[in-house]
């Protein structure tokens, strides 16, 4: 039972390059969550599925893409990396919408 | 619109000393609050949780946390910390199910040998 697990763990990309983060949990959770987490500002939210086959966005969208894959998967896009997007990001699930949430170990990304 | 406010962002504190964490937030309704803990390095793990019932909540580690309504605040508290407790806490409220969980800053706990 692995929990959450994110791939890849780091990353660097030049400006404009784009990326799939990927997340995927074993728990039959219905929510899945991206965050990302920079220093001060706590945790922000990027996306969210609620269940298999929606997608809302959070406080921080812009320039990312999600898509629920199914139950288990929820990728994150970079169509177009900008240093803006230097951060570390983390996905989560639940069972219950915004109920106790369960985190994988986080992508530490760099954009230079 | 709902906020969480974490008052400190660092406090340090001997080792075997007690400590507090401070987490207050902005509502006039019932919420749902979350301590979440998070070791360097690490992605964030559940401390303990408030959805009703009694106020007094006991996680994992010996932390607790007490939930007062007339003050909207849910501080999170140790008797004797240990050196293993460095990490940094957040505090998250929601309305419920249908409202996203908003999320304080963070207090980094940081204990002096």
């Known amino acids: 039972n692995a929990g959450v697990t994110q791939t890849p763990k780091f990353q660097v990309l030049k400006t404009g390059q784009s990326m799939t983060l990927q997340c995927a949990q074993d728990m039959n959770h219905n929510s899945m969550y991206w965050y990302r987490q920079d220093p001060g500002m706590g945790l922000r939210l990027i996306y969210y599925s609620a269940s298999e086959g929606t997608t809302d966005k959070g406080e921080v969208p812009n320039g990312y893409n999600v898509s629920r894959l199914n139950k288990r998967e929820f990728s994150l896009r970079l169509e177009s990396a900008a240093p803006s997007q230097t951060s570390v990001y983390f996905c989560?699930?639940?069972?219950?919408?915004?109920?106790?949430?369960?985190f994988g170990p986080g992508t530490r990304l760099t954009v230079l | 619109a709902q906020s969480v406010t974490q008052l400190d962002s660092q406090v340090p504190v001997f080792e075997e000393a007690p400590v507090e964490l401070r987490c207050n937030y902005s509502?006039?309704?019932?919420?749902?609050l979350f301590w979440y803990v998070q070791y360097p390095n690490q992605g964030l793990q559940l401390l303990l949780k408030y959805l009703s019932g009694s106020t007094l909540v006991k996680g994992i580690n010996g932390f607790e946390a007490e939930f007062n309504k007339s003050q909207t605040s849910f501080h999170l508290r140790k008797p004797s910390v240990h050196i293993s407790d460095t990490a940094e806490y957040f505090c998250a409220v929601t309305l419920d199910s249908n409202y996203q969980l908003i999320w304080g800053a963070g207090t980094k706990l940081i204990i002096k040998p």
């Open positions: 509502s006039s309704v019932s919420v749902y």
């Open positions: 989560a699930s639940s069972e219950v919408q915004w109920n106790e949430q369960f």
